[in-house]
C-alpha cells in the first residue's frame, strides 16, 4: 500500500540554525499538508499546498517557515531560524482531492537545542 | 468554532467490540466525518469517513446518527494492536483540526 515517507526521523538543531524537513507523498496525490504536534498537546495544522501554492496556512505559519515542491516528488518544510518551541514531531499528509482522506507520514522529531 | 467532543477514555476487553462516541453538533451539511488513529507517536492513520450513511472497510465500522450531530467507530473485535487515540477530527476548509481524542486502553 502506498505511504507517505519522511525524512529524517529524527533531527537535532542548534537553536537559530535552518532546518529542512523533507517528505514524500504518495505519488498521485494532489493535495499537500505539513502539520506539528508538540510533546503531550494536540496534532496541529501548519500548511496545505495544491497547485504549487499555498491554499491555506495557521496562526503557526509564520514568516519563518516556508515549503516548497522542488520536483515532482518532494515537499520540503524549512524553517529559516529555529526556536525552542520549535521542538515538535512534524507530519507530513497528502490526499487525491479536497474530500479525500489525508494520508500521513510517521513524522521527523525536531529537537531545537 | 466547530469542534467535536469525545470522551478522554474507554478501556475494551480483547476480542469484544471497541464502540467509540462522537458528538459534531456544528458540523454542516456537506461536512464528512472522518476518523484517524494515533498509536504511541507515530502520525494519525486513516480509519474510516463518511457523509450521511454508515460505513464499513477492513478496520471498522462507522454509524452517523440520522441528524448527522454524531457518529460512533465501531472497531468489531478489538486486539491488543488497536490501543491507541482515536480522533474524529473536524474538517474545514481542506484542513483538520484534532481535539484530544479517546484512549482506547484494549486489555487481555
Known amino acids: 500500500e502506498p505511504e507517505v515517507t519522511q525524512t529524517p526521523s529524527h533531527q537535532v538543531t542548534q537553536m537559530g540554525q535552518e532546518v529542512i524537513l523533507r517528505c514524500v507523498p504518495i505519488s498521485n496525490h494532489l493535495y499537500f499538508y505539513w502539520y506539528r504536534q508538540i510533546l503531550g498537546q494536540k496534532v496541529e495544522f501548519l500548511v496545505s499546498f495544491y497547485n504549487n501554492e499555498i491554499s491555506e496556512k495557521s496562526e503557526i505559519f509564520d514568516d519563518q517557515f516556508s515549503v516548497e515542491r522542488p520536483d515532482g516528488s518532494n515537499f520540503t518544510l524549512k524553517i529559516r531560524s529555529t526556536k525552542l518551541e520549535d521542538s515538535a514531531m512534524y507530519f507530513c499528509a497528502s490526499s487525491g482531492g479536497r474530500v479525500q482522506p489525508q494520508h500521513f507520514g510517521d513524522g521527523t522529531r525536531l529537537s531545537i537545542l | 468554532d466547530a469542534k ?13 467490540a471497541a464502540n467509540l462516541p462522537c458528538n459534531h453538533s456544528t458540523i454542516s451539511g456537506n ?3 472522518y476518523w484517524y488513529r494515533q498509536i504511541h507517536s507515530q502520525g494519525p492513520q486513516y480509519i474510516i469517513h463518511g457523509l450521511k450513511n454508515n460505513e464499513t472497510n477492513e478496520m471498522a465500522s462507522l454509524i452517523i446518527t440520522e441528524d448527522r450531530k454524531s457518529s460512533t467507530l465501531i472497531l468489531p473485535h478489538a486486539t491488543l494492536r488497536d490501543t491507541a487515540v482515536y480522533y474524529c477530527p473536524v474538517y474545514n476548509f481542506n484542513k483538520f483540526y484534532f481535539g484530544s481524542g479517546t484512549k482506547l486502553n484494549v486489555k487481555p
Not at chain 2, 467535536?4 to 469484544?16: H, K, N
Open chain 2, 4 to 16: 467535536t467532543t469525545q470522551p478522554t477514555s474507554m478501556d475494551c476487553a480483547e476480542g469484544r
Open chain 2, 31 to 33: 461536512e464528512y466525518v
